[in-house]
């Protein structure tokens, strides 16, 4: 669902003295909400118009750097503004910041007026616009599962890395009187988002030492997408609240499993009807959902730079710890990179399990979306189903390595070029070389304590 504030009750609320705060936010190629605080009494008067940014916004790294090379901004160009043109269906409460409203917003050109081709939020727009002309509705489900530590970010930030505490001290998969310790942040953290309009499910506890799971309902792509970034901030922001900090690295420790973020994927009829079922078929597929599947396991290995963006992302890829390594379909097997689930029912859907929860929601979801209607359109036939072991067969199609591999094959994508254009898949290459460039040139903790006194 869409955000749960009119404009008309926001101004209602400002008069009452209730609301004095708009969090105005744009996305980042990051996936992070970048924006300003509004006080609520301008936003109302005119403020909700639109606003400006920077356009290096989608032109620099997690540390904010200003990365030479790309196109759309930087010196050589005077790094110019963006407008910001808040999306007033998607205003909300945020019950855990006092006075606090949110409404997200699209990067459009400061002078056409139009949609940056490379934000995130317009690229899986566009996405959707293509599945709608082809007669279908795509919804999209992500999960996100996240690390708690009982160090704050303070703590942290002076030092505590090396002494991450995390909130449990066990696998707590599943369990009930392990999760009822930390319900304090989870109990604030559900009834947080519910009351923001995010239809939460479930919290859980995950397959390691202090780590957790939140689900919320399935939705159109876009809002998927949407709440995603939201309960991302939401659960960061709750925890700091609380003196703990949590971690959405794909993968913060070798010894501990990672975190994914699953996509499950289906396509409904422009009169709601399910496109992917059929009672008939031996798993319950119809032909539209083969054919989408196909084209997602055809063009997997050259979309996974944006299921995969970081260097840090291909360390969850490991045997035996429920991350795939395998990019093939099977019917409720956890070892392929997709799986299918809700068999015979009007549910049925495509699980992608090969991104990490440091994903980009926008672009992993619209890199998906592509492929799947590219198997549509050009009718692909899909490959048998493989059972059994994927990570013990050999000769299958493989996840990549790093993301050098991973984003060789994205700029030599053709698929990912007519869909999406040029500008942005040179844009993204950039991203992704620039990061193999940083993480290069980075002396680590490995290396000191394995060379500093043996080399």
């Given at each position: 669902?869409?955000?749960?504030l009119?404009?008309?009750?926001?101004?209602?609320?400002?008069a009452?003295g209730?609301?004095d705060?708009?969090?105005?936010?744009?996305?980042?190629?990051?996936?992070?909400?970048?924006?300003?605080?509004?006080h609520?009494?301008?936003?109302v008067?005119?403020g909700?118009?639109?606003?400006?940014?920077?356009?290096?916004l989608?032109a620099v790294?997690?540390?904010?750097?200003?990365?030479?090379?790309?196109?759309?901004?930087?010196?050589?160009?005077?790094?110019?503004d963006?407008?910001?043109k808040?999306d007033?269906?998607?205003?909300?409460?945020?019950p855990?910041?006092?006075g606090?409203v949110?409404?997200?917003g699209d990067?459009?050109?400061h002078?056409?007026h139009?949609?940056?081709?490379i934000?995130?939020?317009?690229?899986?727009?566009?996405?959707?616009?293509?599945?709608?002309?082809?007669?279908?509705?795509?919804?999209?489900?992500?999960?996100l599962?996240?690390?708690i530590?009982?160090?704050?970010?303070?703590?942290l930030?002076?030092?505590?890395l090396?002494?991450?505490?995390p909130?449990?001290?066990y696998?707590e998969?599943?369990?009930?009187f392990q999760?009822?310790k930390?319900?304090g942040?989870m109990?604030?953290?559900?009834?947080?988002?519910y009351k923001?309009?995010?239809?939460v499910?479930n919290?859980?506890?995950?397959?390691d030492s202090?780590?957790?799971?939140?689900?919320?309902?399935?939705s159109?792509?876009?809002?998927?997408?949407?709440?995603?970034?939201?309960?991302?901030?939401?659960?960061?922001?709750?925890a700091?609240a609380?003196?703990?900090?949590?971690?959405?690295?794909?993968?913060?420790?070798?010894r501990?499993?990672?975190?994914?973020?699953?996509i499950?994927?289906s396509?409904?009829?422009?009169?709601?009807?399910?496109?992917?079922?059929?009672?008939a078929?031996?798993?319950?597929?119809?032909?539209v959902?083969?054919q989408?599947?196909?084209?997602?396991?055809?063009?997997?290995?050259e979309?996974?730079a944006?299921?995969?963006?970081?260097?840090?992302?291909?360390?969850?890829?490991?045997?035996?710890?429920?991350?795939?390594?395998?990019?093939?379909?099977?019917?409720d097997n956890?070892t392929?990179?997709?799986?299918?689930?809700?068999?015979?029912?009007?549910?049925?859907r495509?699980?992608?399990r090969?991104?990490?929860?440091?994903?980009?929601?926008y672009?992993?979801?619209a890199?998906?979306?592509?492929?799947?209607?590219?198997?549509?359109?050009?009718?692909?036939e899909?490959e048998?189903?493989?059972k059994?072991d994927?990570?013990?067969?050999?000769?299958?199609?493989?996840?990549?390595?790093?993301?050098?591999?991973?984003?060789?094959?994205?700029?030599?994508?053709?698929?990912?070029?007519?869909?999406?254009?040029?500008?942005?898949?040179?844009?993204?290459?950039?991203?992704?070389?620039?990061e193999i460039?940083?993480t290069?040139?980075?002396?680590t903790d490995f290396?000191?304590?394995r060379?500093?006194?043996?080399a």
């Open positions: 669902m869409p955000g749960n009119s404009f008309d009750a926001l101004k209602e609320a400002v009452r209730e609301i705060t708009v969090v105005v936010a744009g996305i980042d190629m990051q996936g992070r909400l970048m924006g300003k605080r509004f609520a009494a301008f936003f008067e005119g909700w118009k639109e606003t400006h940014c920077c356009n290096y989608l790294d997690m540390e904010m750097t200003t990365v030479p090379g790309y196109k759309s901004a930087g010196w050589e160009q005077g790094y110019g963006y407008v910001l808040p007033l269906a998607t205003m909300r409460p945020l855990w910041l006092p606090t949110l409404v997200l990067l459009l050109d002078h056409t139009e949609e940056v081709a934000s995130p939020r317009a690229i899986l727009k566009r996405q959707v616009a293509r599945a709608r002309a082809l007669g279908f509705d795509p919804m999209m489900a992500t999960e599962e996240f690390y530590f009982e160090n704050s970010y303070e703590n930030r002076d030092g505590g090396r002494d991450l505490r909130i449990s001290a696998n998969d599943y369990h009930v999760t009822t930390e319900e942040l109990r604030a953290v559900r009834n947080g988002l923001a309009g995010i239809p499910e919290t859980k506890g995950e397959a202090g780590q957790h799971e939140v689900n919320y309902r399935y159109d792509a876009l809002d998927t997408a949407d709440n995603h970034v939201i309960v991302k901030e939401a659960v960061r922001e709750i700091h609380q003196g703990k900090s949590v971690t959405f690295m794909a993968k913060y420790d070798h501990k499993a990672g975190s994914s973020s699953h499950h994927q396509l409904w009829t422009l009169d709601g009807k399910p496109a992917f079922a059929d009672p078929d031996e798993h319950g597929m119809s032909p959902m083969k989408f599947l196909a084209g997602q396991l055809a063009h997997a290995r979309i996974t944006f299921l995969a963006p970081y260097v840090n992302s291909y360390k969850r890829f490991c045997i035996g710890l429920f991350a795939p390594t395998k990019a093939v379909w099977s019917a956890r392929a990179g997709f799986r299918i689930c809700g068999e015979h029912t009007k549910a049925v495509v699980e992608c090969i991104p990490g929860s440091d994903v980009n929601p672009l992993a979801c890199a998906l979306l592509a492929a799947g209607l590219a198997g549509i359109e050009q009718k692909l899909l048998p189903e493989m059994g994927m990570y013990n067969t050999a000769n299958i199609r493989e996840i990549p390595h790093n993301l050098r591999e991973a984003a060789e094959l994205l700029r030599g994508s053709a698929m990912l070029r007519a869909a999406f254009g040029d500008e942005v898949v040179d844009h993204y290459h950039h991203a992704a070389q620039w460039l940083e290069d040139r980075v002396v290396e000191l304590q060379l500093l006194e043996r």
